[in-house]
């Protein structure tokens, strides 16, 4: 008989102050132990508790989970600094090792729980790296952080992880917590083209212009569009401000009125802009459609 052909009462249990020691403490010593903080008055506790018990069932025994009412018993949660709730907190050899605030999917509970049993995959990490691809899309900046975050502690040198985490702080502009980040590439991943991605990035970013002046620069493009090293100059302003898609928009513009202006400067730029919005971005897919049509018309 199996610990799940039973109700296996032990598996899911409600917690308090006086029994946290015993249930939580010294249990995780023989395994990892959820504790989930919640309230009768608490609606997204409501959803996320039997979702979080569920998992727990089909984890087969690798997992426990203590449920604490607050109100009933608000000791351990003001010990642990619980602010709001629902908070879950997993405990492995006596001490919290992983948690989160807030209700989540039931995909990303499953990920929770799998990282806690050392049951993650690669598939778990793509999911992951797909939520916060997701995430962005709907500019759900802290989704798309969270997401990042719980990759890292799966694979630590995972540089798509990495270079998302690098890009949310350049776009919250943040470059030296870029930089922070990037010091977490291993040597032999240094090449890899998120990472170039970043720091052609970082580069862009790293030349402000002041508004009046870019507006200057707009002004002067719409009145002598052939005026090529204005609309250069541009392209570095709309670059620095994040705008990528417009600056690539002026490279092209040089590009097609002459190929080889300054050297090839434009092409040198524009492709350096690619690699700072990523392989995948709209901004560098249908920039090389337009560079394409542009070089082979």
């Keep these: ?64 989970m203590v449920k604490i009412n607050i109100d009933e018993h608000p000791g351990v949660a003001g010990q642990l600094g619980v602010r709001s709730i629902p908070a879950v907190y997993a405990f492995d050899k006596g001490r919290p090792v992983d948690g989160f605030m807030g209700a989540i999917p039931e995909s990303q509970i499953k990920l929770f729980l799998d990282r806690l049993t050392g049951s993650t995959s690669v598939e778990d990490v793509n999911a992951l790296l797909a939520q916060a691809a997701e995430s962005l899309t709907l500019n759900d900046v802290g989704g798309a952080a969270q997401s990042y975050m719980a990759v890292l502690q799966i694979d630590p040198a995972n540089t798509k992880a990495i270079a998302g985490m690098a890009r949310i702080a350049i776009n919250a502009g943040d470059p030296d917590e870029a930089r922070a980040m990037l010091e977490m590439v291993p040597e032999d991943k240094q090449n890899d083209p998120d990472i170039q991605g970043v ?43 994040g705008d990528l898609e417009a600056a690539s928009e002026q490279l092209l513009a040089i590009i097609e009125r002459n190929r080889e202006w300054n050297e090839g400067a434009a092409r040198t730029q524009l492709l350096k802009i690619f690699d700072a919005a990523g392989p995948a971005s709209d901004v560098a897919k249908q920039g090389r459609r337009k560079l394409s049509a542009i070089l082979f018309s």
């Design 1 to 64: 008989m199996t610990m799940l052909d039973g109700p296996a009462p032990d598996l899911v249990k409600e917690g308090s102050d006086q029994g946290f020691m015993a249930d939580v403490i010294e249990a995780s010593r023989q395994q990892p132990v959820v504790v989930d903080f919640w309230a009768p008055w608490c609606g997204p506790c409501r959803t996320l508790g039997p979702m979080l018990e569920k998992g727990v069932r089909a984890a087969n025994g690798k997992v426990r």
């Design 199 to 241: 720091r052609a990035a970082l580069e862009l970013a790293g030349k402000p212009v002041a508004a009046d002046a870019a507006n200057e620069l707009g002004l002067k493009v719409a009145t002598h569009p052939d005026d090529l090293q204005a609309r250069f100059d541009l392209a570095d302003a709309l670059s620095a401000r």
